[in-house]
Nanobody
Framework: QVQLQESGPGLVKPSQTLSLTCTVS??????????WSWIRQPPGKGLEWMGT???????YYNPSLKSRVSISRDTSKNQFTLQLSSVTPEDTAVYYC????????????WGQGTQVTVSS
């Protein structure tokens, strides 16, 4: 059974770097079968794709966030991470990690989400 679980601080101060980890179980994040994404939903708004790490550790980022976002993975721990720098209160959101199945080009498994609030 595939499961994803986000973890990280629930409160981050403005100008700091937000770091979240997604721990994956039931499937290896190594290899080319799947890609792995971060998605967020600010309060009262829709889902926003932040970025994806795919085969060969190629990364793809939302252009609106590209200068601040970084995704990497630790295959020894079966985890992938999100870093978002220079956060502001507008980065307050529920953050989700998800698996991407390239056979249909969409996400098929999601974590439950973790609330991150940016506030001093």
């Amino acid at each position: 059974q595939v499961q994803l679980q986000e973890s990280g601080p629930g409160l981050v101060k403005p100008s700091q770097t937000l770091s979240l980890t997604c721990t994956v179980s039931g499937v290896s994040i190594t290899g080319n079968d799947y890609a792995w994404s971060w998605i967020r939903q600010p309060p009262g708004k829709g889902l926003e794709w932040m970025g994806t790490i795919a085969w060969g550790d190629n990364t793809y980022y939302n252009p609106s966030l590209k200068s601040r976002v970084s995704i990497s993975r630790d295959t020894s721990k079966n985890q992938f991470t999100l870093q978002l720098s220079s956060v502001t209160p507008e980065d307050t959101a529920v953050y989700y990690c998800a698996r991407v199945d390239p056979r249909f080009g969409g996400t098929d498994y999601w974590g439950q989400g973790t609330q991150v609030t940016v506030s001093s």
